[in-house]
């Protein structure tokens, strides 16, 4: 039986990387919460579509 992993979620991204900003999380922590909130997906998909950052 495969695991399939869910959708990201933005909102609990976002929550991770403010708590982050906030310093109420170490950054290990923020970036297992990010791994599990779908970070990988949501950046292999902005990738994927060419999207590029903005200055």
Known sequence: MAF???APDLDKL????????R???????VLASMKTA????VL???KDSGWTPSA
């Open 4 to 6: 399939e992993a869910p």
């Open 14 to 21: 976002l929550a991770a990387w403010e708590e982050f900003e």
């Open 23 to 29: 310093g109420e999380q170490t950054p290990g922590k």
């Open 38 to 41: 779908g970070l990988p997906t």
């Open 44 to 46: 292999r998909q902005l």
